[in-house]
């Protein structure tokens, strides 16, 4: 069978990359050598750096006024002083994209912060991601960037890991936290994983204004596998409409 026709696809996103997982053949490629802004994509490189650490995911961690979000001074609904362990810090932080959970687990690394940012680029490097750089652990900064060819690099590597595999699939969670007693609900930033004809096999959503909107998955749709990195698109629903639009593709 004959390869789709590339002029044949029009996405929203700026920047957009998709290969079949198992050939390593590029099926579709848009400015995906183009270094832009990568919002939330972030975490997927923080949850890679605390797992590289192997510190204790049981540990305890204390929210305090440190991760508040003094850039884009975002909204949370994680009060100040909550303790909650490692583990479900780092769940929401892929599930749900809460930044004050990344902030968390940057700040609670061994040196700190800086150490943590020092970390990040480090693992960029081992990984090859030359176009790629970081200056905070959630994204929240537009001096975090990349390229749709860097992340799908990215992408490859936070599959090996199968702790971010599980919190990027969960479609939402009841999270318990311990002082103060409270409960919040959660969902998925993702609609997708909610979608079993998309079968998403990992996934992080991203948006800030110099961003745009970003989607980073791998997901077997149908019969092929794919890794998909939609970067720079405007409209909420746009990346999910490009992802869509994909697949219609594929199928073509």
């Given at each position: 069978?004959?390869?789709?026709?590339?002029?044949?696809?029009?996405?929203?996103?700026?920047?957009?990359?998709?290969?079949?997982?198992?050939?390593?053949?590029?099926?579709?490629?848009?400015?995906?050598?183009?270094?832009?802004?990568?919002?939330?994509?972030?975490?997927?490189?923080?949850?890679?750096?605390?797992?590289?650490?192997?510190?204790?995911?049981?540990?305890?961690?204390?929210?305090?006024?440190?991760?508040?979000?003094?850039?884009?001074?975002?909204?949370?609904?994680?009060?100040?002083?909550?303790?909650?362990?490692?583990?479900?810090?780092?769940?929401?932080?892929?599930?749900?994209?809460?930044?004050?959970?990344?902030?968390?687990?940057?700040?609670?690394?061994?040196?700190?912060?800086?150490?943590?940012?020092?970390?990040?680029?480090?693992?960029?490097?081992?990984?090859?991601?030359?176009?790629?750089?970081?200056?905070?652990?959630?994204?929240?900064?537009?001096?975090?960037?990349?390229?749709?060819?860097?992340?799908?690099?990215?992408?490859?590597?936070?599959?090996?890991?199968?702790?971010?595999?599980?919190?990027?699939?969960?479609?939402?969670?009841?999270?318990?936290?311990?002082?103060?007693?409270?409960?919040?609900?959660?969902?998925?930033?993702?609609?997708?994983?909610?979608n079993p004809d998309w079968n998403v096999r990992l996934s992080k959503t991203g948006f800030t204004n110099e961003a745009g909107r970003c989607l980073l998955m791998r997901a077997k749709p149908d019969r092929q596998e794919l890794a998909i990195v939609?970067?720079?698109?405007?409209?909420?629903?746009?990346?999910?409409?490009?992802?869509?639009?994909?697949?219609?593709?594929?199928?073509?």
């Open positions: 069978m004959a390869a789709p026709n590339p002029a044949k696809l029009q996405l929203r996103s700026s920047s957009a990359l998709v290969l079949d997982v198992n050939s390593g053949k590029t099926l579709y490629q848009k400015n995906a050598a183009s270094r832009r802004p990568i919002a939330s994509l972030t975490k997927l490189m923080t949850a890679l750096v605390v797992l590289d650490a192997r510190q204790d995911l049981d540990q305890i961690l204390t929210v305090d006024g440190h991760d508040r979000d003094t850039i884009k001074h975002t909204y949370s609904r994680i009060r100040m002083g909550t303790r909650i362990s490692r583990r479900d810090a780092l769940h929401l932080a892929l599930m749900s994209s809460e930044n004050r959970m990344a902030s968390a687990l940057a700040r609670h690394y061994p040196g700190g912060r800086a150490a943590f940012i020092r970390a990040m680029n480090h693992k960029a490097r081992q990984l090859g991601m030359r176009n790629s750089r970081f200056h905070d652990a959630t994204g929240l900064s537009s001096s975090n960037v990349s390229t749709a060819q860097d992340l799908a690099r990215l992408l490859s590597a936070a599959y090996r890991q199968p702790l971010i595999r599980q919190f990027t699939q969960d479609g939402d969670e009841e999270m318990r936290f311990r002082t103060p007693d409270y409960s919040l609900h959660f969902n998925n930033t993702n609609p997708l994983v909610k939609l970067l720079n698109s405007f409209g909420k629903r746009t990346p999910i409409g490009d992802a869509n639009r994909i697949r219609k593709w594929l199928k073509s």
